[in-house]
């Protein structure tokens, strides 16, 4: 078990691109979320998958944002049209059905994204 | 809405100098008040759960407590290894929603 892990660990890009996170859950967990933290504050939530379905979006998900999770394995993250707002660290999660019940959710060390 | 506010911001204890970290929270039904520990650049590490008030959870030096408005993550005879982000966060109970919403943290540094 190495637990989630998440690539890159370090994006920069120019605003208007497009990027893709991945992350890798540990691998008997069903649940995967991700998560959006800037500095100083507390992480954001963003979405969540049980399994391959998508059972949750916040708000802060705009139509710039798209995740996957295809097969119920790993999942990405896309952003497409880039702005400068979105510069952040990016969290991927894991748990278990009954973990992400107690809120014990696995971190992964986060992808950090610098919009110039 | 689900709110969670953490004090102090920050914190400079020096080492053996216990205290406490506060978290109000404000949430139409507790499903589970969590904290957890961040160290720079990394993800946040689940520390624990409470379910209810009056309930309490330790481990080594760490204890937490609930009430219905707050927690509270009391440090005894911190070391420097302690130093890190402290996290509170809440889980509603409104349906299957598992979205938790996190305070801003405490920075805790523990001087030698």
């Known amino acids: 078990d190495t637990g989630v892990s998440q690539n890159p660990r370090h994006k920069i890009t120019k605003r208007g691109q497009n990027v893709t996170f991945r992350c890798d859950p540990i691998?008997?967990?069903?649940?995967l979320y991700w998560y959006r933290q800037t500095l100083g504050q507390g992480p954001e939530f963003l979405t969540y998958?049980?399994?391959?379905?998508?059972?949750?979006k916040s708000r802060l998900l705009s139509d710039r944002f798209s995740a996957e999770r295809p097969k119920g394995s790993f999942s990405t993250l896309e952003i497409q049209r880039t702005e400068q707002g979105d510069s952040a660290m990016y969290l991927c999660?894991?748990?278990?059905?009954?973990?992400?019940?107690?809120?014990?959710?696995?971190f992964g060390e986060g992808s950090r994204l610098t919009v110039l | 809405e689900d709110q969670v506010t953490q004090s102090p911001e920050a914190l400079r204890l020096q080492e053996g100098e216990s205290s406490s970290l506060n978290c109000s929270y404000t949430?139409?039904?507790?499903?589970?008040l969590f904290w957890y520990r961040q160290d720079p650049g990394k993800g946040p590490e689940f520390l624990f759960t409470l379910y209810s008030a009056g309930e309490e959870k330790e481990k080594e030096r760490l204890k937490a407590t609930l009430t219905k408005k707050e927690s509270f993550l009391h440090i005894t005879a911190p070391k420097p290894e302690d130093s890190a982000t402290y996290l509170c966060?809440?889980?509603?109970?409104?349906?299957?929603?598992?979205?938790?919403?996190f305070g801003s943290g405490t920075r805790l540094q523990v001087q030698p």
């Open positions: 998958f049980q399994n391959e379905a998508q059972l949750e």
């Open positions: 999660a894991s748990s278990l059905t009954s973990g992400g019940g107690r809120g014990e959710l696995f």
């Open positions: 949430v139409s039904g507790l499903r589970g």
């Open positions: 691998s008997e967990h069903n649940r």
């Open positions: 966060a809440v889980h509603p109970l409104r349906g299957g929603r598992r979205a938790l919403t």
